[in-house]
Antibody, heavy 120, light 110 residues
Framework: EVQLSESGGTLAQPGGSLRLSCAAS????????MSWVRQTPGKGLEWVSD???????YYADSVKGRFTISRDTSRDTLFLQMNSLRVADTGIYYC??????????????WGQGTLVTVSS | QSALTQPASVSGSPGQSITISCTGT?????????VSWYQQHPGKAPKVMIY???NRPSGVSHRFSGSRSGNTASLTISGLQAEDEADYYC??????????FGGGTKLTVL
């Protein structure tokens, strides 16, 4: 059974940093692309970043240069390093598994999310 | 990259059919078969209902179907049931090697 469990969300100050983690199990983590998707309060879903099978990374313009996606295949864990945080980064952050071996294609499993609040 | 355009809300009575539209451009919906739909109940994670425009994952009811015409994708739910009441989001890959979601549609079963 595929399981994704996010952690690391908390209250942070504008300009601060956070590191989110997503522990994966139930599939061959190293073989699949993974994403971070966020949901702002009362609003919809927003794609944040991908890391694909080759290790290539992709970012939304809103986070490019501030966020870094990475993974540790020895620990089956996905990370999102968030720097220079803004109030607009507030939301629930989901990690989601890509359905294809080397790219996303679509997101077939999602974690339960971790809440990030950026406020002074 | 602008969000895909969905109606904010739709409603229907049990047993009826409804359709949710999702409009993009030829740089996303019109240009790729990576169009998917997600269902989200309050406080829960999204769940994929349709992928590759028309495909239904195993375990998803046959009452859910997807289609596309030009730059607009659609999700149709037939035989509405109370449990279908949820938010629905469309998603597409884009020319810019990014992903874009729709703003979401709240489905109310009357």
């Amino acid at each position: 059974e595929v399981q994704l469990s996010e952690s690391g969300g908390t209250l942070a100050q504008p300009g601060g940093s956070l590191r989110l983690s997503c522990a994966a199990s139930g599939f061959t983590f190293s073989g699949y692309a993974m994403s971070w998707v966020r949901q702002t309060p009362g609003k919809g879903l927003e794609w944040v970043s991908d890391i694909v099978g080759s290790g290539d990374t992709y970012y939304a313009d809103s986070v490019k240069g501030r966020f870094t996606i990475s993974r540790d295949t020895s620990r089956d864990t996905l990370f999102l390093q968030m720097n220079s945080l803004r109030v607009a980064d507030t939301g629930i952050y989901y990690c989601a598994k890509g359905a294809c071996l080397s790219s996303i294609c679509y997101h077939d499993f999602w974690g339960q999310g971790t809440l990030v609040t950026v406020s002074s | 990259q602008s969000a895909l355009t969905q109606p904010a809300s739709v409603s229907g009575s049990p047993g009826q059919s409804i359709t949710i539209s999702c409009t993009g451009t030829n740089s996303d919906i019109g240009g790729y078969n990576y169009v998917s739909w997600y269902q989200q109940h309050p406080g829960k994670a999204p769940k994929v209902m349709i992928y590759y425009v028309t495909n239904r994952p195993s375990g998803v009811s046959h009452r859910f179907s997807g289609s596309r015409s030009g730059n607009t994708a659609s999700l149709t739910i037939s035989g509405l049931q109370a449990e279908d009441e949820a938010d629905y989001y469309c998603s597409s890959y884009t020319t810019f090697a990014t992903w874009v979601f729709g703003g979401g549609t709240k489905l109310t079963v009357l």
